[in-house]
């Protein structure tokens, strides 16, 4: 799967270490969640409440 942000690919690797989750249970980047966050208060996949 993609990172719906950057576009750039989940590693299932680094899954626990680098990627943030929400309550609608998509998936991203902690990094690119954190900088979404900071602006928005709606999934940037599904646009459900964070």
């Known amino acids: 799967d993609d990172c719906a942000i950057c576009?750039?690919?989940?590693?299932?690797s680094r899954l626990r270490a680098?990627?943030?989750g929400l309550p609608c249970g998509h998936v991203f980047h902690?990094?690119?969640?954190?900088?979404?966050?900071a602006g928005n208060k709606t999934c940037p996949y599904c646009?459900?409440?964070i």
Do not use: I
Not at 7 to 12: E, G, K, M, V
């Open 7 to 12: 576009l750039r690919p989940l590693c299932a």
């Open 18 to 20: 680098s990627v943030g």
């Open 30 to 37: 902690s990094g690119c969640l954190d900088l979404w966050a």
């Open 47 to 49: 646009r459900a409440a």
